[in-house]
């Protein structure tokens, strides 16, 4: 489908809002995306024209429908994939030479935690970022205990990951990327999946998370609960960028990009 003149309005009436000098302008952006192009081998191109700036501290939606590109451009802000354009995580651009400390900084949390946990146990699936990072045994020691208090999951190192219920590898699988330290963290659809108490425990804990935080979804109930920038992605594009109780009450638009009002 061609790209209709109201998609381009509705990105240029709703990104205003974040404007690059829309934060704190001393602060380096926590993430900058800036015309982002990719393809897939077979010629499908996922992602055309991207361009986003996330400010230290923001919690932000990445929504629209199946298809639209939210997991491919998520897959970009760690260098998994590599498009055209630029990327910029805490000021540090995302290219080959720097792939170990982008890796660090984005804490990348795959929507299936079978992509995520290989490890025997949680100890080992939690201490494998920062074994990598070269800390000593103690230190890595010490980030598996923070991490899995900070998921409320300090009971759980010597369990095997591959047994956990959903609501389980979900937090273990958030425990492997805070123990980087990461800037930012980036979550491909966290509450698929899981049964009300798990998501309620989830969105608590995103909840309680200082980090810089997008989070890619259908649970619109989450985004309005949670994350006060909605970015709706469509068709490989951007089509709205705003605060998310001004696009929760813009039926139309929601309703032209596949999107519930909750
Ligand atoms: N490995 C791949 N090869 C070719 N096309 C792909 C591949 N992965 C995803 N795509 C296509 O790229 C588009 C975007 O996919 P994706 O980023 O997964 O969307 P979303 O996460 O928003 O559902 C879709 O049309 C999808 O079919
Ligand atoms: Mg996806």
């Not at 590898?169 to 698929?192: C, F, N, Q």
């Not at 006060?228 to 605060?243: L, N, Q, S, T």
């Amino acid at each position: 489908m061609p790209v209709t003149h109201e998609r381009a309005v509705d990105v240029g009436s709703k990104r205003t809002v974040f404007s690059r000098n829309g934060g704190d302008p001393g602060r380096v952006p926590a993430l900058l995306v800036e015309s982002l192009e990719f393809a897939y081998p077979d010629g499908h191109v996922a992602l055309r024209e991207v361009s986003l700036e996330i400010h230290q501290g923001e919690k932000v939606a990445l929504v629209g429908p199946n298809g639209a590109g939210k997991s491919t451009l998520m897959l970009h802000l760690n260098g998994i994939l590599s498009g055209e354009g630029e990327i910029e995580v805490a000021g540090l651009r995302v290219t080959e030479p720097n792939l170990p400390a982008i890796r660090a900084k984005v804490g990348l949390v795959f929507q299936n935690p079978d992509d995520q946990l290989f490890s025997p146990t949680v100890f080992e699936d939690v201490a494998f970022g920062p074994l990598h990072m070269g800390l000593s045994e103690d230190e890595v020691r010490d980030r598996v205990d923070w991490a899995l208090a900070q998921v409320g999951m300090s009971d759980y190192a010597d369990r095997l990951s591959h047994h956990l219920s959903a609501g389980e590898k979900k937090r273990i699988s958030i425990a492997t990327v805070l123990s980087m330290g990461p800037e930012i963290l980036v979550l491909d659809e966290p509450s698929a999946g899981l049964d009300p108490r798990a998501r309620r425990n989830l969105i608590t804990l995103l909840s309680e998370l200082p980090h810089t935080t997008l989070v890619s979804t259908h649970d619109m109930l989450m985004v309005r609960e949670l994350l006060p920038r909605m970015v709706i992605m469509d068709e490989a594009r951007i089509v709205a960028d705003g605060r998310t109780k001004e696009l929760m009450d813009d039926v139309a638009l929601l309703e032209a990009h596949g999107l519930e009002h909750p």
